[in-house]
T-cell receptor
Framework: QKEVEQNSGPLSVPEGAIASLNCTYS??????FFWYRQYSGKSPELIMS????GDKEDGRFTAQLNKASQYVSLLIRDSQPSDSATYLC??????????FGTGTSLTVIP | DVKVTQSSRYLVKRTGEKVFLECVQD?????MFWYRQDPGLGLRLIYF???????EKGDIPEGYSVSREKKERFSLILESASTNQTSMYLC???????????FGPGTRLTVL
């Protein structure tokens, strides 16, 4: 079983819609959760971190964490073509070792 | 802002060559990581280091070694490059107290 699982997509949404990206993790002891955005040919860029159950909002982005269900999601409101990228979910178990999902490809259609 | 730099953006080497990839961070981070990224396989951890002269194997250490002689610098060494090591190599660093990994720009290595 993989540490972090994501649907690879591709996910397509029209401009202005809400994009919903999901991630599950296997270890209940996981402490910290991150979402990265990666444009083609570029390195991952941290966009959200979340550490406790519930929602965390930052501009058009909302991260949601449900530790009981071992589930993390990222909502992008008012999606823009510039949001088209691959989104990576990352999890820290104990210590400082990170585990990444394989990423979900998002396309926002103008 | 944290800055993580890598020695080359693009590198072409021949099979059997010894290859050095260097990574430098300027924010006094304790932790440094080397990943490779391949289509469909995501980011795979090669080696990581929690401190100077410390190193730990990741998920795919075979064919690689690392060196961390100074806190800000973490080097990845391909002892004898092979074509299956053609990949994007990403370095990252993080602070132990606030573990948000920041990535360098990546090195796209091609082994011919």
């Amino acid at each position: 079983q993989k540490e972090v699982e994501q649907n690879s997509g591709p996910l397509s949404v029209p401009e202005g819609a809400i994009a919903s990206l999901n991630c599950t993790y296997s270890d209940r002891g996981s402490q910290s959760f991150f979402w990265y955005r990666q444009y083609s040919g570029k390195s991952p860029e941290l966009i959200m971190s979340i550490y406790s159950n519930g929602d965390k909002e930052d501009g058009r982005f909302t991260a949601q964490l449900n530790k009981a269900s071992q589930y993390v999601s990222l909502l992008i409101r008012d999606s823009q073509p510039s949001d088209s990228a691959t989104y990576l979910c990352a999890v820290i178990k104990t210590g400082n070792q990170f585990y990444f999902g394989t990423g979900t490809s998002l396309t926002v259609i103008p | 802002d944290v800055k993580v730099t890598q020695s080359s953006r693009y590198l072409v080497k021949r099979t059997g060559e010894k290859v050095f990839l260097e990574c430098v961070q300027d924010m006094d981070h304790e932790n440094m990581f080397w990943y490779r990224q391949d289509p469909g396989l995501g980011l795979r951890l090669i080696y990581f280091s929690y401190d100077v002269k410390m190193k730990e194997k990741g998920d795919i250490p075979e064919g690689y070694s690392v060196s961390r002689e100074k806190k800000e610098r973490f080097s990845l060494i391909l002892e004898s490059a092979s074509t299956n090591q053609t990949s994007m190599y990403l370095c990252a660093s993080s602070l132990t107290g606030a573990p948000k990994p920041f990535f360098g720009p990546g090195t796209r290595l091609t082994v011919l």
